[in-house]
């Protein structure tokens, strides 16, 4: 069993590291336990992909303190987590309150994430209504009171209906849950509004709905990955609000997908240049895009697509120093500077994932215009605006 000392809580932690490898921070629901994640844990392993859980404040073995009311109290646990275990920089999977504090997370403390696995969950979760009902009946019988509603949204119906060991299991977890704790992270959930944060994530990120959520639906987890420029969206079949528990065989499959995807090779040779840039083309001008261009090639432009991919993509949009939208800024700005109007079309397109805005691209244009010339500006202005209308955007 281990423990850390964070902030005004003692939280029990499991930490599983491999050497030079990444790292998945993972955050709990409402209700649950580090335990939840045990199978999606163990398949990651197997990948060498390290793994840190830890129970939530006034959740499983963890102590309550100060109850936390406001989201933000469960952000800095996970901040001060990090900082304790001198974990840098990590992709953070969190599932339905989970994964609302991994992004409050990569808004406040955008510097230590990596990546967001965005599990069942919303930049808003119910209704104040819902939320205060919740807390009522929580206060008065305590969480065992409303366990058997909430399983029915934790497990598919088909699930749920077979009963067995596993939820018996949750069942045992769920109602074990201090009410304390529970009701004063329903209070969060009822005041937090996650939208802002969500338009701002500059990180790769996959969202995951289960077919028979019942607490996010697919449709609100789906409105959550469209407000994430450049997100992904995947639905896990016949599971419900915890997949991890249900499904955790295919979860980590889309979980390992996706990590192996944005993995930068910790090498820097040419092969690893070449991987690490593909990753990066794809995932700025889409999937579609590239491997169109990868189709279309011949003896001819072999090495040329090869040499753009490693020395543009591998080399220098790769460099963390700067956010897929400010790299995007500068390079919309150079290229019409200089009169490249194709690719300024097509880096035009490519804002859909880097996350630069419309009003981002006038606020470049306007730096054109001063000090590349008028005329450049003037022609960049129209094939953008030509470009945003075919994106169905607003200029």
């Keep these: 069993m281990r423990f850390a000392q964070i902030r005004d809580a003692t939280l029990q932690v499991d930490v599983r590291l491999f050497a030079d490898r990444p790292t998945v921070v993972f955050v709990n629901s409402l209700g649950s336990d580090l335990r939840i ?8 392993a197997r990948a060498r992909i390290g793994a840190v859980r830890y129970d939530l404040r006034g959740h499983g073995l963890s102590d309550l303190a100060t109850p936390p009311s406001r989201m933000e109290a469960h952000i800095d646990d996970l901040a001060a987590l990090m900082d304790h275990l001198a974990i840098q920089r990590a992709t953070i999977c969190g599932i339905s309150v989970g994964g609302m504090i991994a992004l409050g997370l990569s808004h406040r ?9 965005l599990c069942c969950t919303g930049a808003v979760i119910g209704t104040a209504e819902t ?57 969060a959930l009822r005041d937090a509004d996650l939208t802002q944060a969500a338009q701002a994530v500059r990180v790769p990120t996959l969202c995951i709905a289960g ?7 697919p449709e609100l987890v789906r409105t959550l990955s469209g407000l994430i420029p450049g997100s992904q969206f995947r639905l896990i079949a016949n599971a419900g609000h915890l997949p991890c528990i249900e499904r955790p065989e295919e979860l980590a499959g889309l979980m390992l997908s996706f990590l192996r995807e944005n993995e930068a090779p910790p090498a820097d040779d040419a092969d690893s240049r070449y991987a690490r840039g593909m990753a990066v083309r794809r995932r ?15 003896p001819f432009d072999d090495d040329f697509q090869r040499f753009i991919t490693e020395g543009a993509w591998g080399s220098v949009w790769a460099r963390p120093n700067l956010t897929p939208r400010e790299r995007s800024m500068i390079t919309l700005a150079l290229l019409a500077a200089l009169g490249h109007e194709a690719e300024l079309g097509i880096h035009t397109r490519a804002t859909r994932n880097t996350g630069a805005t419309p009003d981002d691209i006038k606020e470049a244009l306007l730096h054109v215009a001063i ?10 202005f129209r ?7 075919a994106m169905k955007e607003t200029p």
């Design 284 to 298: 700025t001008l889409g999937a579609s895009y590239v491997d169109a261009t990868q189709a279309n090639k011949t």
């Design 383 to 389: 094939i953008v605006k030509e470009t945003l209308k």
């Design 37 to 44: 994640w045990d199978g999606v844990v163990e398949a990651l």
């Design 211 to 217: 077919e028979y959520d019942g607490s996010t639906p």
């Design 371 to 380: 000090y590349g010339g008028v005329p450049a500006a003037n022609t960049a």
């Design 131 to 187: 939320w205060n009902a919740r807390i009522a009946a929580v206060e008065q019988g305590g969480v065992a009171s409303i366990a058997e509603t909430v399983l029915q949204r934790w497990f598919s119906p088909a699930a749920y209906g077979e009963g067995g060991g596993l939820l018996a299991i949750a069942r045992n977890m769920l109602a074990r849950t201090p009410a304390a704790g529970y009701a004063a992270t329903c209070a």
């Design 109 to 117: 403390r955008p510097e230590k994430v990596a990546a967001l696995i």
